[in-house]
């Protein structure tokens, strides 16, 4: 199965140029606030895309999906996949996705220390591919100027001791794009837009 992992696209998302894959995975923060006018030519131009299965979840700029949720959803086309800590299984393969993130500012589906864990606890142990917004303590997480680690410690522990997926894609902090490898899962920061908010980052395509 060949994964084409893209993510924080913000609007720009028509710029960049998608390679063939099977599964077409966005991890988030497609908008700059999650107005109808930005989701609607997101979720048209994402439903047009040629891969067979196409999943995203939202971010902490996509605001529709949190604040009028039943309108958000009613506005997916047939055909995506939607995601909010729940999954879905895709010949096989188990796939879990989570919008949440470490509270910064007021953002969409930001959870504080006492209760970020919640979402992480409800992933099933046999999960395959991870979909989160923000990435795990210490993996691809550095922010600029100074390389401060910025995911949650949290999830990272769920995956060090109680999670095994294959893969975990993932966006949010723009500085990290990238992957790695490391006992057997491949992390991968999918941000599209650099910390400029410049669309210089290509997808990354992972092969199960």
Known sequence: MKIVCVSDTHNRHAEGQLPPGDVLIHAGDYSMQGHVAETEPFLSWFAAQPHRYKIFIAGNHDFIFEKRRQKARAMVPEGVIYLEDEGVTLDGVKVWGSPVTPTFLDWAFNRGPATIGDS?????????????????????????????????????????????????????????????????????????????????????????
């Open 120 to 208: 992480w606890n409800i992933i099933p142990d046999d999960t395959d591919v991870l979909i989160t917004h923000g990435p795990a303590y210490g993996v691809l997480d550095k922010v600029l100027p100074y390389g401060e680690e910025v995911g949650c410690p949290k999830l990272r522990a769920a995956l060090d001791s109680r999670l095994h997926p294959k893969l975990h894609v993932f966006g949010h902090i723009h500085e990290g794009y990238g992957q790695m490898i490391d006992n057997g899962l491949t992390s991968v920061n999918a941000s599209f837009l650099d910390h400029r908010y410049l669309p210089v980052n290509a997808p990354v395509v992972v092969t199960l």
